[in-house]
């Protein structure tokens, strides 16, 4: 079966070069973005009853652009003037960045990992004497807590946001060639909107060891899986596929 249509189950890209804009261009296909999941922010009512006082901590741990998002506006609802002092350990370059939002960047202590959580660790090994607060969502990945726990140090973990399930009625009779997942609560999105959905021609594209497992475990057969050391981002495995499918049925 020919490759025509594609959908992302991700917000649109904001950026004008990006490569799924490129891949639209030169493979001749229609890319649909529809977000599958969402955050919603919790009320500072909720992180009090966690038990978290914004004021006994001294470095805040920020693994994605969200829990920069919702740790300022949880601190603007508790009425909690952020201390200059406060030092933030940002899990990648893009979050630091994102940060400029909220603080001006070179008045504060911030210190940056590379893109994992396991390259941030040895920067708050050498802080280990801080209190870190990690504000995150009800979905955390495991690796996260057992690292810090491994470090010895002093943390606390509060949800700030939750990742809740997009209601994704207005699909319900449209169908794509390829759908494309990042995440297992993608998955858990797609069964939750549509229980009975059966795969039939559709080709999954999915990103990352976990959503593979997710969607096995769904019963789906992963046709397009990245990264991979030849296709590293999503974009590369998809060209690649829709290349030799629609080579072979033009």
Known sequence: MKVKTILVSQPEPKVENSPYFDLEEK???KIDFIPFIHVEGVDAKEVRLQKVDLSHYTAIILTSRNSVDHFFRIADEMRFKV???????CQS????YYLQKYVVYRKRKIYVGKRTFQELSPLIKKYKTEKFLLP???????????TLNE????????VFYKTVVSDLSELRDVFY???VFFSPSGIQSLFENFPDFKQNNTRIAVFGNSTVQAAEEHNLIVNIQAP??????MTMALQKY???VNKKHS
């Not at 370059?93 to 630091?96: D, P, S």
């Not at 995150?136 to 057992?146: F, N």
């Not at 991979?228 to 981002?233: A, F, K, L, R, V």
């Open 27 to 29: 493979e001749k296909v």
């Open 83 to 89: 201390p200059d002092t406060l030092k933030y350990f």
């Open 93 to 96: 370059e893009a979050v630091a």
């Open 136 to 146: 995150s969502s009800d979905k955390l990945k495991p690796e996260i807590p057992e």
């Open 151 to 158: 470090l010895k140090v002093e943390w606390k973990q509060a």
């Open 177 to 179: 060639d390829i759908l």
């Open 228 to 233: 991979t050391p030849e296709t590293p981002s």
């Open 242 to 244: 829709i290349k030799e």
